[in-house]
């Protein structure tokens, strides 16, 4: 089955780090760019970071850059939201989600109606 899962959530305190991982089964994640987006209770899902599928380049949503941190492992086909931190605020559904993309760069362009995959979402709840 093609899928991406995610994984690494958890309840924080305020001021703590999680690291989210997102492991593609199925196809090769390294011919996918990767986002992370959230929805918190009564919000829209929201985009907070993305990187190309090479992992050059990374996009931030303003709250959370110098904070959150996008990566990948090629060879294992996963991706990573290292969260540091954390606050109240940040309390959320983390999902992940694939596209099949040759462009480097410009990841935040896509629409989320553009991605292949979106995982089923992990809970990050931070306590203040």
């Known amino acids: 089955q093609l899928k991406v899962a995610e994984s690494g959530g958890g309840l924080v305190q305020s001021g703590e780090s999680l690291r989210l991982s997102c492991v593609a089964s199925?196809?090769?994640?390294?011919?996918?760019?990767v986002a992370w987006f959230r929805q918190a209770p009564g919000n829209e899902r929201e985009r907070v970071s993305c990187?190309?599928?090479?992992?050059?380049?990374?996009w931030y949503k303003d709250s959370v850059k110098g904070r959150f941190t996008i990566s990948r492992n090629l060879a294992t086909h996963t991706a990573y939201l290292q969260m540091n931190d954390l606050k109240p605020e940040d309390t959320a559904i983390y999902y992940c989600?694939?596209?099949?993309?040759?462009?480097?760069?410009?990841?935040?362009?896509?629409?989320?109606?553009?991605?292949?995959?979106w995982g089923q979402g992990t809970r990050v709840t931070v306590s203040s």
């Open positions: 990187t190309d599928r090479k992992g050059n380049s990374a």
């Open positions: 989600a694939a596209i099949e993309s040759v462009r480097e760069g410009y990841c935040d362009t896509y629409s989320e109606n553009d991605y292949d995959f």
């Open positions: 199925g196809f090769p994640l390294n011919h996918y760019a």
